[in-house]
């Protein structure tokens, strides 16, 4: 899609993330930015308290992260830190939007990381140039070396594995944006040996602001499980792609409305980018939380969501498979071999080419296959093949027996579904 970008925060809420321009350091120093660190501690607290989960897709607490690379940093000769802004999941935007517009609150972030895990070396990881050229601005206007951590910047080409952990550690350390087999996670041994705190770039705009308004006023908004606000990359429906930053637990179809999208002609959303798999019109009475994401076996993983209306589930399912099976490392058998005969038999049904024999397999592959391999790739490809089966049943039984009038009119069979391809922006904060 080709649409400009929409901009906006939930009604009623003051921005936390979202400017409706970008923010130079002046601005940033003003509003509180760059405040000094005097107590690792009181702030690691503080983070604990909050409750402040990582906004990369895993939705992990970022005080056990930090707490762990800090113990492990201990026992080692240091610890490293890394701002993933690898934003490799064609259906999101967010973390380049923050890294174009506000590098200023992830590189504070960064430094904040840096001084509770005890870091004396930081990373800051991008695909996008246009992301990597404010960053570049932004280092340029302050010293390298901030609160004794020195920031350095690396640019690798996009990809969808290469913002995975362990391909961020492989990049720094020299190698290509591949992952690696775990154990040792990052956090363990990673750039140079070293633990190393990996962290996405939203999360650590969270954290900037965590540290200027504190826990209490961080779970202000949101619920108690999931406190806080989200950055949600809305695409499809037919509409221009948005961006919102949402608290977590509004009703799912008050944000269609805002949307101007009708939740009678909604079929399901893509959930989570294409890691969380398809839901089906059960989200539409859902509120946006994970425990309540998680109530439907799905989850938001990274806030991307599409919003079938008239593309076939059964098709987005297809397109995804086969994105997976393209963009693969093509270094483990499992997931080589097996994200190519999940979009197979997805493919096969859109075309109305598969029996219930393929069917079988692939519901058996979408069990079997977890777990193997070096990264995630290969669950996110059984998270949709399982999610398709036992979300759209209808829908897969009728392609298998009668095939679907729309995709014999016309086939959803977009090479990178729901992707965002344009990041300028009509801003409405």
């Known amino acids: 899609m080709t649409a400009e970008l929409s901009v906006a925060v939930w009604p009623g809420i003051t921005p936390r993330l979202l400017r409706d321009r970008p923010e130079s350091l002046a601005e940033y120093q003003q509003s509180g930015g760059y405040g000094a660190l005097a107590d690792t501690d009181h702030l690691l607290a503080e983070v604990q308290a909050s409750g402040l989960l990582g906004r990369g897709g895993a939705a992990f607490p970022l005080a056990v992260k930090l707490q762990t690379v800090r113990d492990n940093g201990r026992d080692a000769s240091g610890t ?3 701002a993933n ?8 935007i967010k ?35 246009a992301a990597a050229d404010s960053v570049e601005r932004a280092l340029d206007e302050l010293p390298r070396e901030l609160a004794g951590v020195t920031i350095e910047l690396l640019t690798v080409a996009p990809g969808y594995v290469a913002g995975e952990e362990t391909a961020a550690v492989h990049v720094v350390n020299g190698g290509p944006a591949k992952p690696t087999d775990k154990p040792p996670r990052p956090f363990e041994e990673g750039v140079d040996g ?13 954290l900037a602001y965590l ?22 990359t809305i695409t499809g429906a037919g509409r221009a792609p948005a961006l919102y930053e949402l608290p977590h637990g509004i009703a799912f179809a008050d944000l269609l409305t805002l949307h101007g999208v009708s939740p009678d002609n909604v079929r399901g959303v893509l959930m989570g980018g294409y890691f969380a798999g398809l839901v089906n019109r059960d989200i539409v009475g859902a509120t946006l939380d994970h425990e309540s994401v998680r109530a439907l076996n799905s989850g938001l993983g990274c806030g991307a969501i599409g919003i079938l209306t008239e593309d076939c589930p059964v098709a987005v399912a297809a397109s995804v498979l086969a994105y997976f099976d393209r963009e693969n490392a093509g270094q483990c058998g499992s997931c080589f071999n097996g994200t190519a005969a999940m979009a197979a038999v997805a493919v096969g049904l859109r075309d109305g080419n598969a029996t219930q024999d393929d069917l079988d397999r692939l519901k058996r592959w979408s069990v079997v296959l977890r777990g193997r391999g070096a990264c995630a790739t290969l669950d996110g490809a059984a998270n949709v093949a399982a999610s398709l089966l036992a979300q759209f049943p209808d829908q897969v039984q009728s392609h298998l027996e009668n095939g679907c009038q729309t995709c014999r009119s016309a086939a959803f069979t977009a090479a990178r579904p729901y992707e965002v391809e344009s990041v300028e922006a009509v801003v409405a904060v």
């Open 95 to 129: 973390d380049r939007w923050l890294l174009r517009n506000r590098p200023h609150a992830v590189l504070d972030g960064l430094r904040l990381a840096a001084g509770i895990v005890g870091a004396d070396r930081a990373v800051v990881y991008v695909s996008d140039s």
């Open 85 to 92: 802004g690898e934003e490799g999941e064609p259906a999101s």
């Open 211 to 232: 540290h200027q308004h504190g826990a209490r006023a961080f779970r202000e908004l949101g619920t108690e499980a999931s406190p806080g606000t989200f950055l949600a």
């Open 80 to 82: 490293v830190v890394i």
């Open 194 to 206: 070293k633990p190393t705190l990996i962290s996405n770039v939203e999360t650590l705009a969270h």
